[in-house]
């Protein structure tokens, strides 16, 4: 398909979407996908967008018409994202008032006693940063803003590979499944909407197995997490990036959605579920379909309460001509 076809079909087809969720692979997906009634699937530049309604999400009853998103399977790591999002953005005719990021991510060990993260909970980033921009140093690692290389730069202000998210946003955002999680676990069986596929009754676990304080539903935190093509994948390696970013969790795509959401001044929100410890890599131990129907759970009742959060639900932050 030529480009301006192509531009054309995804113009049309994104029109009236408020919000825009992405998700790197089909598992972390698809139980959002689940949650669309009157959806259409279309492929772009092997990217695959699922426009369709929350209808079928019980909460959106409380103030009428349902919320029209797109759902884009963006693939893994940096540049997929970035490619999604900026193919997305600039075919929709007006931008949309959030974009969430929902999938999975690996939990960094604790700074001594500190609390942290356990599988099955829910994280919302505060800031995303590229840890593997920058460079290595007999004096350690110097980052990409102390190169004094050129990342972002958004009103003027180079951000050096480290983006703030409206703390406005996350705050209203962890207040709501806070109160949404203590609800689930209140309820009969204690459980979220989105069941973790495969994942039967296992309660949340530390790293020597225990239960969790979380374990009638998950704890939701707030905090730096960061964004590498390089999995960490030893202990060494995770107790040096921990120190170096003091961050909760490690992805290989928040901070490139991140980017591009603050170069076209979109909202944003990243929410994950835990699926691992970063740590020495021992796949066997790794929740994934837990973790996503997690992340998924909490992007949907987010959504769910769209205009509970401060944005402009007014309307485009800006609109092109078609």
């Known amino acids: 398909m030529a480009v301006p076809a192509r531009h054309a ?18 598992t972390e997906a698809e139980p959002v996908e689940r949650a669309l009634v009157d959806r259409r699937t279309y492929e772009a530049v092997t990217k695959t967008l699922v426009v369709g309604k929350l209808a079928s999400w019980p909460e959106l009853a409380d103030w009428g018409s349902p919320l029209r998103l797109v759902l884009v399977v963006t693939g893994c790591d940096k540049t997929n994202v970035g490619h999604a999002l900026t193919l997305v953005l600039e075919a929709m005719e007006t931008l949309p008032a959030l974009v969430v990021q929902v999938g999975v991510a690996g939990a960094f060990p604790s700074r001594g006693c500190a609390p942290h993260p356990a599988i099955g909970d829910i994280v919302i980033a505060s800031s995303e940063t590229y840890a593997d921009t920058g460079s290595s140093s007999p004096e350690g690692w110097v980052s990409a803003e102390e190169l004094g290389l050129p990342v972002a730069c958004v009103k003027g202000v180079e951000l050096g590979g480290r983006f703030q998210l409206d703390p406005g946003l996350v705050e209203a955002a962890v207040r709501l499944l806070r109160r949404a999680s203590a609800e689930a676990a209140a309820e009969p069986g204690g459980s979220c909407e989105v069941e973790p596929l495969g994942s039967g009754e296992v309660a949340p676990t530390g790293p020597g197995g225990e239960v969790s304080p979380g374990s009638l539903g998950p704890r939701i935190w707030s905090g730096p997490c960061l964004t590498s093509s390089r ?36 909202p944003f929100l990243e929410i994950r579920g835990i699926s691992n410890f970063v740590g020495d890599r021992d796949r066997s131990t790794w929740q994934v379909e837990r973790a996503a129907a997690a992340a998924a759970w909490a992007g949907l009742t987010v959504l769910s309460r769209f205009k509970e959060l401060p944005l402009d639900h007014g309307g485009a932050l800006s609109t092109r001509a078609p």
């Open 9 to 26: 079909l995804l113009r049309r087809a994104t029109r009236g979407c408020s919000a825009v969720v992405l998700a790197a692979t089909p």
């Open 231 to 266: 999995v960490t994948g030893t202990r060494e390696e995770a107790e040096e990036i921990t120190q170096r970013f003091q961050a909760l969790a490690e992805s290989m795509e928040g901070a490139a959605a991140a980017h591009i959401c603050a170069l076209y001044r979109v």
